[in-house]
C-alpha cells in the first residue's frame, strides 16, 4: 500500500470517527427535544429505540453526504492529477490577466521557484516577427479566433522562448469571464525550419521580382528606347532637308526635346528597374551612378565612400545591397527633409562580411510598430535576413535616420 492510500484511509477514518460522533450527539438532542417539546414522560429504556431510529435515520443521511462528498472530491483529484501532470503549462487567469494558479509545469517554464507572477503580460513578449511592438487591440487573449497562436515567453532570467498557445474560458464566481492559456514549447529546430522556409519563400520572391525587371529593363531599353532614337535620326533627316521652313524646323526642334526627354525617362526608368551596370561592373559602380543620378534629381548632398577590394561580392549580395541602399535614398528624399545624406560600404575580409550604413542628417522620426512595419523597412529587414545578414535601425526626432546593415560573404 503506497503513501499515499494510507493518507487516504486514515482521512476516511478519521471522516467515519467524526461524522459517528457527530451522529450520535445529534441524535441525543433530536430525542430530547422531541420528548420536551411533546411533553412526553417516559422511561429511560424506553428513549433507547427512538434513540436508535433517529440515529439511523441520521447515519443514512450522513452517508448520503459522504458519499456525493466522495465523488466530487474524486472529480476534483482527477482534475488536478491532469492538470499537474500535464505536460503543457497551464496559466489560469481572471478578467484582468492576472495569474491565480499555474501548474508545476508552467512553474517550471517560466523558471519562477519562489518568485510570484501577477500579471500575464509580465511574461508575454508578443509575436514574433514584424510585430516587436505589443498592441493591447491584437492581443491574442482579445481575440479567440486566433487559436492558436505562436509567441515568445519570457522566464524568470529574462530569456525568450518559443512557445505555442491555445486559449479557454470559464465563467468565475463572480461571473466574470476567466482565461485558460494552454502553452506547449516549440523546439528551436522547428523555429529555425519556419524561418528557412520564410527565407526561402521570400528569396524565390525576390528572385523573381529581379528576373522580371530583368526582362521589362531590357524591353524598354531594346525596344522603346531604340524606337524613339530611331524617331530621332528621322526628325534629323527632315529638318535637313527642309530650306527655310522655320514652322517646320520649330516643330521639328521641339519635337526632338520631347523624344530626347523621353528617351532619358526610359534610361531612367530602365535603370531603376534594374541597372545593366549590376551585372556587368558590380555593385560600386552601379551604386556610384545611382548616387549621383538621385542626388541631381533630388538636389541632395550625397557622399559615398568604399572600403575594400576591387573583388566582385556574390551576385545576391549585391543586389540585395543595391536594392536596400536604393530603397533608403527613396526613403530619406521623402521623409526626412535631408540635405545631406553619408553612404559607406566596408568589405571585410577578415570577418568575412560586408556593411552598408546610410545615415540622413534630416528631421528623424520616432520608430513605432506601425512605421516599423511598414513597406520599405519590412522589405530592407528581409533582404539582409534571407542572406544571414543583420538589419538595424535608429532614429532620433531632430538628429536623423542611421540604417545599417551586416551581411556575411559565404
Do not use: W
Not at 443514512?60 to 483529484?77: D, G, N, V
Not at 511574461?123 to 491584437?138: E, F, L, M, Q, R
Request: hydrophobic share 40%; proline share 2%; glycine share 6%.
Amino acid at each position: 500500500m503506497n503513501s499515499r492510500s494510507r493518507v487516504h484511509n486514515r482521512n476516511l477514518y478519521l471522516f467515519l470517527l467524526k461524522n459517528g460522533f457527530i451522529s450520535i450527539s445529534v441524535s441525543l438532542i433530536i430525542v430530547q427535544t422531541l420528548i420536551s417539546l411533546l411533553q412526553i414522560h417516559i422511561h429511560y429504556l424506553e428513549k433507547i429505540p427512538l434513540f436508535f431510529f433517529v440515529l439511523i435515520i441520521i447515519t443514512i443521511f450522513f452517508m448520503i453526504i459522504f458519499i456525493q462528498e466522495r465523488k466530487i472530491r474524486s472529480k476534483q483529484e482527477q482534475l488536478l492529477a491532469v492538470i499537474e501532470n500535464s505536460t503543457q503549462s497551464l496559466f489560469i487567469l481572471d478578467k484582468d490577466k492576472n495569474i491565480i494558479s499555474l501548474n508545476d509545469s508552467g512553474r517550471e517554464l517560466l523558471d519562477l521557484q519562489n518568485h510570484k507572477v501577477v500579471n500575464f503580460c509580465e511574461v508575454c513578449s508578443t509575436y514574433p516577427g514584424a510585430d516587436k511592438i505589443c498592441d493591447v487591440s491584437n492581443c491574442f487573449l482579445m481575440n479567440d479566433k486566433e487559436n492558436p497562436v505562436e509567441l515568445y515567453i519570457k522566464n524568470h532570467h529574462k530569456e525568450l522562448i518559443p512557445v505555442q498557445a491555445t486559449i479557454s474560458f470559464y465563467t468565475t464566481p463572480d461571473k466574470q469571464k476567466g482565461t485558460v492559456v494552454g502553452i506547449q514549447k516549440v523546439s528551436e529546430k522547428r523555429k529555425e525550419e519556419h524561418k528557412e522556409i520564410e527565407k526561402m519563400i521570400t528569396h524565390s520572391i525576390f528572385q523573381a521580382q529581379e528576373k522580371e525587371r530583368k526582362l521589362i529593363s531590357r524591353e524598354l531599353h531594346d525596344g522603346i528606347g531604340q524606337s524613339l532614337f530611331g524617331m530621332l535620326l528621322h526628325t534629323d533627316f527632315i529638318k535637313s532637308i527642309s530650306e527655310d521652313k522655320k514652322g517646320i524646323d520649330t516643330h521639328l526642334e521641339k519635337l526632338q526635346q520631347m523624344i530626347s526627354q523621353t528617351i532619358e525617362d526610359i534610361r531612367y526608368l530602365s535603370a531603376a528597374l534594374r541597372p545593366s551596370t549590376l551585372d556587368n561592373h558590380g555593385l560600386i559602380v552601379t551604386l556610384k551612378n545611382h548616387i549621383r543620378d538621385f542626388g541631381q534629381r533630388f538636389g541632395i548632398q550625397i557622399n559615398f565612400t568604399y572600403k575594400g577590394s576591387n573583388e566582385r561580392l556574390p551576385s545576391a549580395i549585391e543586389t540585395a545591397l543595391y536594392r536596400i541602399a536604393q530603397e533608403a535614398l527613396i526613403n530619406a528624399a521623402k521623409y526626412s527633409s535631408a540635405e545631406r545624406i553619408d553612404v559607406s560600404i566596408s568589405v571585410d575580409k577578415d570577418q568575412n562580411k560586408v556593411s552598408l550604413t546610410i545615415t540622413d542628417f534630416g528631421k528623424g522620426v520616432e520608430l513605432t510598430s506601425t512605421n516599423r512595419r511598414g513597406v520599405g523597412i519590412y522589405s530592407m529587414e528581409e533582404r539582409a535576413s534571407i542572406l544571414g545578414g543583420d538589419f538595424f535601425i535608429n532614429s532620433k526626432i531632430g538628429k536623423g535616420t542611421q540604417i545599417q546593415v551586416n551581411i556575411p560573404i559565404v
